[in-house]
């Protein structure tokens, strides 16, 4: 159109200058009425901006997000707990993290397929096992008060996500992206002298935790059926989420601290122990 205004006619210019501007002004409106989808923009962005919905459905939302983040203390999840870990330990900002142990999205991936489970589960389910796992207790009733407020708080940091079942793993959109163990060998001792010179601080020389940070090792941390307690999922967690606000250890040195910190005792996971008296013995 702009080789059509310089060769046109002088009685032509007139209009096609009128249509150019109008052509213009559409773009320009369109553009600034375009809102971004939940996966073009930041995902804490947009968890932070998401308002509770109203009612007694935001109450439950609310109380979801108090058990993220107080689930070893707090009064509903605190029978159910047998370590000092809440959610937060490993779903950081309460699940609202764009990438370590993200919640932002994960709604929108179930039901999903369980190799673990060898077969096909439900958000409750997976919350109800991270009870049973990485927080080495036992697990609520399904349905009750607990996982049902857990699920709606994470249903809620999934609004407007694509739903998109996971037909190969019960991971949201924003898990945490596994490292290539086939490239690294993994240190402990190595791993010993970062965890001395970036991690203790935080969690105590002998792993026990303190008030800046959970325990990673012992009686009060994940048991041995936890996902982290695998060096490579441990490895690639760590390299999104370690050191706090200072997330830059290299993929090396994650494989080497996760060798160290998952050499160490920790509890021994028992199904037929863990599992509530309403749960068949297979789920």
């Known amino acids: 159109m702009i080789e059509t205004f310089f060769t046109a006619r002088p009685n032509q210019i007139g209009s096609i200058a009128v249509t150019i501007?109008?052509?213009?002004?559409?773009?320009?409106?369109?553009?600034?009425?375009?809102?971004?989808?939940?996966?073009?923009?930041?995902?804490?962005?947009?968890?932070?901006?998401?308002?509770?919905?109203p009612g007694e459905l935001g109450r439950v939302v609310r109380l979801g997000e108090s058990l993220v983040m107080e689930t070893h203390s707090h009064p509903l999840t605190r029978p159910y707990v047998g370590n000092h870990l809440n959610c937060t330990s490993c779903h950081l900002e309460g699940g609202k993290h764009p990438e370590a142990g993200s919640f932002i999205g994960v709604a929108a991936a179930y039901p999903a397929w369980s190799g673990r489970e060898s077969k096909v589960i439900t958000l409750e389910d997976r919350i109800l096992n991270c009870f049973i796992r990485s927080q080495n207790g036992t697990r609520p009733e399904n349905g009750s008060e607990v996982p049902v407020a857990i699920a709606?708080?994470?249903?809620?940091?999934?609004?407007?996500?694509?739903?998109q079942m996971n037909p190969k793993a019960p991971l949201g959109p924003n898990h945490v992206e596994p490292l290539d163990a086939s490239q690294f060998t993994a240190d402990p001792k190595r791993g010993e002298t970062l965890y001395e010179d970036r991690c203790a601080f935080c969690h105590a020389d002998d792993g026990a935790g303190t008030d800046d940070g959970p325990a990673v090792w012992g009686d009060f941390s994940y048991n041995d059926g936890a996902g982290l307690s695998k060096v490579p999922k441990l490895a690639s967690w760590l390299k999104v989420a370690m050191p706090l606000d200072d997330t830059d250890l290299t993929a090396q040195e994650a494989f080497?601290?996760?060798?160290?910190?998952?050499?160490?005792?920790?509890p021994k996971f028992s199904p037929s122990e863990k599992r509530g008296k309403t749960d068949s013995a297979g789920k």
């Open 21 to 53: 501007l109008c052509t213009l002004f559409v773009l320009a409106a369109l553009s600034g009425s375009y809102a971004a989808s939940p996966e073009e923009t930041s995902d804490s962005t947009v968890a932070e901006k998401t308002p509770y919905p």
């Open 152 to 163: 709606t708080y994470i249903t809620w940091l999934s609004q407007g996500w694509k739903l």
């Open 256 to 266: 080497d601290i996760a060798a160290y910190v998952n050499g160490h005792a920790r």
